[in-house]
T-cell receptor, first 115, second 111 residues
């Protein structure tokens, strides 16, 4: 059983650029959610994907968007990067039924630095 | 607005001493409460959830709806308990995986 894998692990962008972060969910998990963790803060919910559709969103602007693919993997896209977007981006997967429903398995994260 | 408060950024205790990590929440409806933990150089992972009513690694957490608290407790701290702990309520029905994480408490267990 493989866990949640994220890529890239680190990246540096400049203001105004666009970034795509990728996530492969744990085997058997069909729901993916994304969180942003700024330095010294707890993770903040960005959005969740289930059945290739967004089905929950936190307080993030539309320039944060995502996709989920038939194999349940997911992408997070951020357009027009701002300095405050510098953070660790965490992907988490879970099954949507059974005892493990709503229990998140986290990836190691992608650390984004915006200069 | 949904809010969760972990008042201590850092909690330092001696090995064998009791531990209590505080968590208070302000949430509409009946949230489900979780504690997640991050050990050094490891991923964020579930420690326990209130509906399971389990003791994990000697930790327990009781949901007090009157005080809207979900404090994490362990009677005797061990060195391997040193980690960052996050309290995270989840909205009830229809809440999906939207957890509201607190700012976390760094627990340091000293010998």
């Amino acid at each position: 059983e493989t866990g949640v894998t994220q890529s890239p692990t680190h990246l540096i962008k400049t203001r105004g650029q666009q970034v795509t972060l990728r996530c492969s969910s744990q085997s058997g998990h069909n729901t993916v959610s994304w969180y942003q963790q700024a330095l010294g803060q707890g993770p903040q919910f960005i959005f969740q994907y289930y059945r290739e559709e967004e089905n929950g969103r936190g307080n993030f602007p539309p320039r944060f968007s995502g996709l989920q693919f038939p194999n349940y993997s997911s992408e997070l896209n951020v357009n027009a990067l701002e300095l405050d977007d510098s953070a660790l981006y965490l992907c988490a997967s879970s099954p949507n039924t059974g005892a493990g429903a709503n229990v998140l398995t986290f990836g190691a994260g992608s650390r984004l630095t915006v200069l | 607005a949904q809010r969760v408060t972990q008042p201590e950024k850092l909690l330092s205790v001696f090995k064998g001493a009791p531990v209590e990590l505080k968590c208070n929440y302000s949430y509409s409806g009946s949230p489900e409460l979780f504690w997640y933990v991050q050990y050094s150089r490891q991923r964020l992972q579930l420690l326990l959830r209130h509906i399971s009513r389990e003791s994990i690694k000697g930790f327990t957490a009781d949901l007090n709806k009157g005080e809207t608290s979900f404090h994490l407790k362990k009677p005797f701290a061990q060195e391997e308990d040193s980690a960052m702990y996050y309290c995270a309520p989840r909205s009830g029905r229809g809440g999906g995986n939207k957890l509201t994480f607190g700012t976390g408490t760094q627990l340091k267990v000293e010998l």
